[in-house]
Every structure is written in C-alpha cells, then in structure tokens.
C-alpha cells in the first residue's frame, strides 16, 4: 500500500519474504495483544506453508472504512499468491533505491532465483502495475 501512495510512515528493509518493517511488525503485535486483531498461524501459498494471517475479529464493532483507491488495490492484490506478493514487493524495493524497473526485476531475481519463475515473475509485475509502479 505504501508502493501505491497510502501515508503509511514506517520503514523496510529487506528481509526473508522481502521488505520487512519491525515497526510494522511490533504495531501488529500491539493490537493483537489489546484484542483488536486476531492473529492465526495458518497454512497459505502453493506449498502450504505456515504463516501468521493477522484480521479483524469477527466480534469487531465496528470496521473501519478504508478509502475507495485504497480498498480497490486491497481486493485486487488479495487475489495473488503470498509468493507473486513477495516478488512484486522486492522489486518495488529496488525501485524505490533507484534503479531501473530491468535492474530492479533483475536484482529479485537474482535474490530469490526459485521463485523467479516465469508464472510467478508475470503476476509480480501485474501487481506493480496495479500499484502504479510500472
């Protein structure tokens, strides 16, 4: 969201599944303590791999309503693969350093090379237009 111009100021960095933010992380922990999250270790992606699925509990009063541009980019990338995710996200990464869209598939590929398939690197750069970086 934050590659598609939402005011999220928190910094990443590069990180096993790509950019990484602590402090997002630690926000994340903070509202699953208080109850305002749910937070579950679930099976996701191709290879069922466990991973920590954060929502809103179904006992919410209410949900925030999130902005149209914002809630459309949600729906729309919620429909890829934690992987196609990933390799989208580093890429934007590189971009964001300044390099070139080439150099900066180029520099994911070369970071993650099992999952630079040609499958996964085509929804990648579907998604980077979705958020406007292509």
């Not at 992380?25 to 290879?47: K, N, W």
């Not at 350093?97 to 630079?116: I, M, R």
């Amino acid at each position: 969201m934050k590659c598609a111009g939402s005011d999220l100021d928190t910094e990443f960095a590069l990180h096993h599944y790509g950019p990484f933010s602590a402090e997002l992380a630690d926000a994340a922990e903070e509202l699953m303590l208080i109850g305002a999250i749910d937070e579950r270790h679930e099976q996701v992606g191709p290879f069922g791999l466990f991973q920590t699925v954060y929502r809103l509990p179904e006992s919410a009063p209410q949900r925030p309503e999130l902005p149209p541009k914002e809630k459309r980019i949600l729906l729309e990338l919620d429909c890829f693969s934690t992987t196609e995710l990933e390799m989208a996200s580093t890429i934007a990464h590189f971009l964001r350093e300044g390099v070139s869209y080439d150099q900066a598939v180029a520099e994911a590929a070369s970071l993650k090379p099992t999952k630079a398939i040609l499958p996964v690197m085509e929804k990648a750069h579907k998604i980077l237009d979705i958020v406007g970086m292509r």
